[in-house]
């Protein structure tokens, strides 16, 4: 009895794995609407197919407050390869992670043909120039993924290769680590 009641107080801790093994998964459940994480989340990408990212011009917001998100490959020896889709703009899709008291993991991830001008946080981007620093980004700014007010992130072994604008805007993160984290500029064509 006192087993099965300690098994019922355990299960909570344990966040929710997803495979993620579709090339459309990942867009439906990061993009197609404001997420707010009611729970922890680790997601496991298939490196072995390229996780599309098909509409474009704003970014995938993710609210993780005082919950945790892994976003990693399923394998230790390749990438697990996600691809906004080329437009004939500038800008693509971008990822936004915000929350107090969350945690991120990113774990080997390539991210390519993404980024999007900051107009699309609407009034999120209040969120980043919110603190006293005296960098201020525009809305005219661009990036591929903007970290704010997370309490723990870790990012390692990530690639961010053709992209328009910042590869990452980082603020006001208490503590960051950032692993081995490559940015290759190469102009759209």
């Not at 945790?68 to 080329?86: E, K, Q, R, W, Y």
């Not at 328009?164 to 190469?186: C, H, K, Q, R, W």
Request: overall charge negative.
């Amino acid at each position: 009895m006192y087993l099965f009641i300690l098994f019922l107080l355990a299960l909570p801790l344990v966040p929710a794995a997803i495979v993620v093994n579709t090339s459309h998964q990942l867009e439906g459940i990061l993009c197609n609407e404001t997420k707010i994480l009611t729970g922890d989340l680790s997601l496991y990408l298939d490196s072995s197919i390229t996780h599309q990212i098909m509409s474009n011009g704003v970014f995938c917001p993710v609210n993780m407050n005082h919950y945790s998100l892994t976003i990693t490959s399923d394998s230790n020896d390749s990438f697990a390869v996600i691809s906004c889709t080329f437009s004939d703009k500038y800008w693509t899709r971008g990822f936004a992670f915000y929350g107090t008291n969350g945690s991120l993991t990113m774990r080997g991830l390539r991210f390519t043909n993404c980024g999007t001008n900051l107009t699309t946080l609407d009034d999120d981007i209040k969120i980043i120039n919110s603190t006293t620093s005296s960098i201020h980004f525009t809305k005219l700014h661009a990036a591929v993924l903007v970290f704010t007010d997370i309490a723990s992130i870790t990012v390692s072994n990530v690639t961010i290769m053709k992209y328009s604008g910042f590869a990452i805007v980082a603020v006001n993160l208490p503590y960051a680590v950032f692993d081995y984290l490559e940015g290759i500029v190469t102009p759209f064509l």
